[in-house]
C-alpha cells in the first residue's frame, strides 16, 4: 500500500511538473515574439515569419506577418507575404478569414502565377466549411458553385478533377440531407407530404443509384395517402399511384423492386375496382 501511494504521488507530481514546463514554454513563446514584434528591423521580422511559416508555426508567422504588412505593402515582396498569411489562416482551420485572405489576394494579384491556386482555395475553404448532412447545407452549396466557376474559368487545370469529385461529394450530402427529410414526412405519416418531397428529391438527382428507390417511396407515400383518404377523393388518388406504378415500369424496367411495385400496382387497382363497385351500388 505505501509503495501504492508513492507511485500515486510521484504521478500527481509529474503531471504538476509537466503542466509547469508546459506553461513556461508558452511563456517564453509569448516573449520571444513580442522582443520579435518590438524589434524595429522590419526584414529580421520578415526573415522570423519565413522561418515560423516553414516550421509550420503559424500562429506566430501570422502575427508577425500581420505586423509588418503594413511596411512591406508597396513592395515587391508582399505578394508572396499576404499569399502565406492566407495560407496561416488556412492551416489553423479559420477558413472563413482564410477565404476572405485568399479573395483579396486575387483582387491586388488578377495575374498572378498563384492565382489558379489561390482561386482553388478559395473554393476549397468552403468546402472545408461544409457541415454534416442534417445541418444547413448553404455552404456546401457554395462550394458547388465555386467549384464549378474554378472549372469554368480554369477549364485545363490539373486541379479540375479533384473540383469534380468534391461537387459530387457534395450533391451526394445534400441527397442525404433531402432523402432524411422525404423519409421523415413518411415516418410521420405526412405522406402527401412526403410523395412529394420524394418527388423533388428524384428530380434533382435522376441519376442517383437509388433512383428507383425514391421512385419506390414515392408509389408508398401516394398509395398510404389514398388509403387514408375520404371515399370521394380515392377515385383520384389510387388512379395516381397507379400512373406513379406505370411510370416506375419504363423507367426502371430492370430493377430488383419490380416485384414490390407490381404489388402496389395490384393493390391500387383493386381498390379502385372496388369503389367503382361502391359507386354503382350507391343510389344517385
Not at 139 to 164: C, D, L, V, W
Not at 170 to 185: F, M, Q, T
Not at 270 to 283: C, D, G, I, Y
Request: hydrophobic share 30%; proline share 4%; charged share 30%.
Amino acid at each position: 500500500m505505501k509503495y501504492c501511494w508513492i507511485i500515486i504521488l510521484a504521478l500527481v507530481l509529474g503531471s504538476c511538473g509537466g503542466s509547469k514546463l508546459a506553461a513556461r514554454k508558452t511563456d517564453k513563446s509569448k516573449r520571444s515574439i513580442s522582443k520579435i514584434l518590438k524589434n524595429p528591423d522590419q526584414e529580421y521580422k520578415l526573415r522570423m515569419a519565413e522561418q515560423y511559416f516553414a516550421k509550420k508555426k503559424y500562429s506566430r508567422a501570422q502575427l508577425i506577418y500581420e505586423d509588418i504588412m503594413p511596411y512591406y505593402k508597396v513592395e515587391k515582396v508582399f505578394e508572396d507575404i499576404y499569399y502565406k498569411y492566407g495560407y496561416c489562416a488556412y492551416y489553423q482551420a479559420d477558413y472563413l478569414n482564410a477565404d476572405n485572405i485568399f479573395k483579396t489576394f486575387l483582387e491586388l494579384y488578377p495575374n498572378s502565377p498563384k492565382t489558379e491556386e489561390v482561386d482553388y482555395m478559395r473554393a476549397y475553404c468552403y468546402y472545408r466549411q461544409s457541415p454534416k448532412p442534417e445541418l444547413d447545407q448553404t455552404t456546401t452549396i457554395r462550394t458547388i458553385g465555386m467549384m464549378q466557376t474554378f472549372i469554368n474559368t480554369h477549364p485545363g487545370s490539373a486541379r479540375n478533377k479533384e473540383a469534380y469529385e468534391i461537387i459530387e461529394t457534395c450533391r451526394a450530402k445534400l441527397e442525404i440531407k433531402d432523402y432524411k427529410s422525404a423519409r421523415l414526412y413518411y415516418d410521420m405519416n405526412q405522406f402527401r407530404a412526403a410523395g412529394v418531397a420524394f418527388s423533388t428529391l428524384l428530380n434533382s438527382f435522376p441519376e442517383s443509384v437509388k433512383a428507383d428507390e425514391y421512385k419506390l417511396m414515392i408509389i408508398k407515400s401516394y398509395y398510404r395517402f389514398a388509403e387514408l383518404s375520404i371515399d370521394e377523393k380515392k377515385t383520384e388518388r389510387f388512379e395516381q399511384v397507379v400512373n406513379e406504378c406505370n411510370e416506375f415500369t419504363d423507367r426502371f424496367p430492370d430493377s430488383k423492386l419490380k416485384k414490390e411495385v407490381d404489388e402496389y400496382l395490384n393493390l391500387s387497382q383493386k381498390n379502385l375496382k372496388n369503389t367503382a363497385n361502391e359507386q354503382v351500388k350507391t343510389p344517385a
